[in-house]
């Protein structure tokens, strides 16, 4: 179904970090940009669609009064709002909003470190984009913010802080098949994998909370009102939005999952885990009896890797591309 073709090279390797690998589709200029997190900073890489032409950038992480910051990148992700696209650093001390390239930072939010040393990491982790202007990112005390994004320039506001989660937060998903019947339009997880389902507005409205099981939830996906979610059990379950109601339950690898994705327009799956394994899925809908079906269609064993992210390169699922921990490439592969 898939085939392996030339792999990217990175300047340096990836951190085994959850969902360490995002992917931003410029088709005006086919082009895509991947990014990897390194430790204290991001590996950018710009590849021109014939495989020819490759540019390579590296941001740091920032930190108040400081040239240079040693605080570690916990995540970056494109953020795909209507009007523009922001690449988001998360880090132990704050968040960064980029253009889209990288040229400019547009934003820097500080995290409230405590004066004192404490038992208690601080740190944010977890980046949405959310409808027409919303990017929310996830905190270390189970706290997330919510920016209002203008259409253009800097004037980003911190317009609400949700507070639901009692734990980290993991990962946060927008709705990504762009229905806007959905009622849901955001789901939240967190290290004891409860998970929140949120409607999106002027003030952000919970909709459901799904019980987790005590075992983190570390990626999750939202797709035409289905949440999506794989545990450290090697588990995916396939929940109801916004009634919770389990659809499915696979046990999708033997270590634990470190990456999901969805293309919305074919409704493909890709899981990657710590097993050296990609699988990727077909969810079907059937409207008539409410129900969602997995099947299983293709695995990669990636030899003597520890896969820690995972993306679909479009939105049909035609190619995805994969990185692991301690790796300085990012692999591709595409369909036959």
Not at 24 to 31: G, Q, T
Not at 304 to 314: E, L, N, P, S, V
Request: charged share 20%; aromatic share 8%.
């Amino acid at each position: 179904m898939y085939h392996k073709e030339k792999s990217i090279q990175m300047k340096s390797s990836a951190s085994a970090l959850y969902n360490n690998l995002s992917v931003l589709r410029i088709a005006p200029r086919s082009l895509t940009y991947f990014t990897v997190v390194h430790a204290n900073m991001v590996n950018m890489v710009s590849a021109s669609w014939d495989g020819l032409n490759y540019s390579h950038r590296q941001l740091q992480s920032k930190e108040a009064n400081v040239a240079t910051s040693s605080s570690l990148i916990m995540q970056a992700a494109w953020c795909v709002l209507p009007s523009r696209d922001i690449l988001v650093l998360t880090s132990q001390k704050g968040i960064q909003m980029y253009e889209s390239d990288g040229s400019i930072m547009v934003y820097w939010h500080a995290l409230d470190t405590p004066e004192t040393q404490t038992a208690q990491a601080v740190f944010a982790r977890g980046i949405a984009a959310v409808r027409e202007k919303y990017i929310c990112v996830g905190i270390s005390s189970g706290s997330m913010l919510v920016f209002d994004v203008p259409i253009k320039g800097s004037n980003i506001t911190l317009s609400e802080v949700l507070e639901e989660h009692k734990e980290s937060i993991t990962d946060l998903a927008s709705e990504c098949s762009g229905s806007l019947e959905c009622i849901a339009d955001m789901v939240s997880a967190d290290d004891s994998g409860n998970l929140c389902v949120w409607k999106s507005g002027e003030d952000f409205q919970l909709l459901n909370k799904i019980p987790g099981f005590d075992m983190s939830c570390s990626s999750v996906k939202l797709w035409k009102g289905t949440v999506v979610a794989g545990y450290g059990t090697g588990q995916i379950r396939l929940y109801e939005a916004v009634t919770g109601i389990v659809h499915a339950e696979v046990n999708a690898h033997a270590r634990w999952i470190y990456s999901l994705d969805i293309a919305p327009f074919s409704g493909l799956l890709l899981s990657a885990a710590e097993d050296s394994l990609v699988r990727v899925w077909h969810l079907t809908m059937t409207p008539e009896t409410n129900s969602v079906e997995i099947v299983h269609m293709y695995n990669e064993c990636v030899t003597d890797t520890q896969i820690c992210g995972a993306k679909f390169c479009d939105g049909d699922g035609y190619a995805f591309a994969v990185t692991g921990y301690d790796l300085s490439e990012i692999i591709r592969y595409t369909q036959v």
